[in-house]
């Protein structure tokens, strides 16, 4: 059973920083992407970034682009979001995934999720 723990939420003053991390268990994910998505309340989940298994290829959404960044430790099966400038827009859950490949997930496809962090952000 492929289990994504995410870590790192939490609560933080506009145009502070974070740094989430999403640990991958149970389950081969040789070729696999990762990648981020978050909810506000009351919205739908969104795109934030992915990267592709050998991190060399990577994706954001619009709205974070030059602020967010995301990396990978293959040897540890472990996804990083590093969030920079933070604004009171980008509170919500943040969810980590895992898909076949980057294209998937930026269309959503995601083979499984973790169960999220929160992210609180003060103006």
């Known amino acids: 059973q492929v289990q994504l723990v995410e870590s790192g939420g939490g609560l933080v003053q506009a145009g502070g920083s974070l740094r989430l991390s999403c640990a991958a268990s149970?389950?081969?994910?040789?070729?696999?992407?990762m990648g981020w998505f978050r909810q506000a309340p009351g919205k739908e989940r969104e795109f934030v970034g992915t990267i592709s298994w050998s991190g060399d290829s990577t994706y954001y959404a619009d709205s974070v682009k030059g602020r967010f960044t995301i990396s990978r430790d293959n040897a540890k099966n472990t996804v990083y979001l590093q969030m920079n400038s933070l604004k009171p827009v980008d509170m919500a859950i943040y969810y980590c995934?895992?898909?076949?490949?980057?294209?998937?997930?930026?269309?959503?496809?995601?083979?499984?999720w973790g169960q999220g962090t929160q992210v609180t952000v003060s103006s």
């Open positions: 149970g389950g081969t994910f040789s070729n696999r992407a």
């Open positions: 995934a895992l898909g076949e490949n980057t294209l998937k997930l930026r269309l959503g496809e995601a083979e499984y």
